[in-house]
């Protein structure tokens, strides 16, 4: 594999392991409160490495935490999405005819529709609740994967191997399962490290809005929206969990321009 993907790798992992131990690790607890420390800036020698907040409480944990829920809203929405795209896109794809002109038009209608609003919508009628924001994510945002997953299964269908299974008698899903499923692997796993931060970025934006992660739990969104109200005084409350946030977009999506690369280099004789 290229040194793009090894490098991008290492990084979301390293990111990933530091959120899981440096909770352990730290001497301060998620939600213990310091009144007598707001706002101190980072610092090594007092054990706040990233400073504190305005309530005093340990900035490197909290962030820590919250690249906990990031990630795990992120990957699970994406999750949902592809389950969700992978099906109705083979499905549509490889039964073709009408069914996929009915299939698709209701793609088509559902992208008509504003897609943030309608994300706001479900979280304001349901009481923001935490899960439903995997399923808020994940079930609009599959759209995308559809339309990839049906325009590469309307290939595969005409292939050889696609053909036989037709005629020695494999079912409609059977062939999807074990023939057109498998061969989607490449571009369903490229394009699923691009949706991830498509994820993050709507996570971070309803968390930004105070509709998406609630206290006491916490989230990078809500972190960069904590900080913008004390950019002025604590530059640090926003500039950390904003730089990390990028961070990690930009890691996610080099890492699907070089798995695009790899799998093209592969496939390309």
């Known amino acids: 594999m290229s040194r793009t993907i090894r490098v991008t790798a290492l990084f979301l992992l390293a990111v990933a392991v530091a959120a899981l131990v440096g909770p352990w690790l730290s001497p301060h607890d998620y939600l213990a409160t310091d009144f007598s420390n707001p706002l101190r800036p980072p610092s090594a020698a007092a054990a706040h490495v990233f400073g504190t907040d305005d309530l005093g ?132 796993v490229v394009y699923l490290t691009l949706t991830i931060p498509q994820a993050i970025l709507v996570e971070s934006f309803l968390s930004f809005l105070g509709l998406g992660v609630q206290e006491p739990q916490t989230s990078l969104g809500s972190l960069v929206n904590n900080g913008v109200a004390q950019m002025e005084t604590a530059a640090w409350l926003l500039l950390i969990p904003a730089a990390l946030l990028a961070a990690i977009l930009l890691a996610f999506n080099f890492l699907g321009d070089g798995l695009r690369d790899y799998f093209d280099a592969r496939q390309s004789p």
């Open 57 to 188: 409480r340990d900035l490197f944990v909290r962030t820590m935490m919250g690249v906990q829920v990031t990630l795990v809203v992120a990957i699970v929405a994406s999750l949902v999405s592809l389950v969700i795209g992978v099906a109705y896109g083979a499905t549509a794809g490889f039964i073709g005819g009408r069914v996929d002109a009915v299939m698709m038009r209701f793609v088509d209608t559902l992208y008509a529709l504003p897609f943030i609003f309608l994300v706001i919508l479900l979280m304001v009628a349901f009481e923001r609740n935490f899960l439903l924001i995997f399923v808020a994510i994940g079930a609009i945002n599959w759209l995308d994967m559809a339309r990839i997953v049906r325009g590469q299964t309307l290939s595969l269908r005409e292939r050889e191997f696609v053909q036989a299974a037709q005629l020695i008698g494999v079912g409609t899903f059977g062939i999807i399962r074990r023939h057109i499923a498998p061969n989607l692997v490449g571009i369903v």
